[in-house]
């Protein structure tokens, strides 16, 4: 697979996973890549220079290089990764982090629609009762 399918397939990937990204116009505004770059980027119709390739990436916090890798080999997803840098940055104490850690799992796994063999509802219902079990315990 070139290079320029595997950055379309990842584009495309993380503007289906982000709200907020998921329209040329609103990553063109959040990146300062042009519209007609971003469009012939997601078709895959262009190779890129890398100080688009970077404002894409920043743009969608993470790096870089991120964009490059194909899926096949990729370990976790960009968006499993960007869930876990902001569950780095913000839950503070090991309870608040096991609990989002949790939940973001969960959402993950229904996003890919099966966790160990369970399907997606049962794997979204078991994060935010062994939340509940923990707060109960710290009250």
């Known amino acids: 697979m070139r290079p320029r399918d595997i950055l379309s397939t990842n584009l495309r990937a993380l503007m289906n996973a982000r709200p907020d990204l998921n329209t040329l116009p609103k990553l063109t505004s959040r990146s300062g890549v042009s519209n007609g770059t971003l469009d012939r980027i997601r078709r895959a119709a262009v190779s890129t220079r890398v100080d688009e390739l970077e404002k894409l990436a920043a743009a969608f916090g993470i790096e870089a290089w991120e964009l490059l890798r194909p899926a096949k080999h990729a370990g976790p997803s960009p968006l499993a990764m ?54 109960g315990q710290h009250a």
């Open 82 to 135: 960007q869930l876990a840098s902001h569950l780095d940055r913000t839950a503070l104490d090991p309870a608040a982090h096991t609990a989002a850690y949790a939940a973001a799992s969960a959402v993950i796994d229904a996003l890919g629609g099966k966790r160990r063999g369970r399907p997606a509802a049962a794997a979204g219902s078991s994060a935010p009762r062994a939340r509940r079990s923990k707060e």
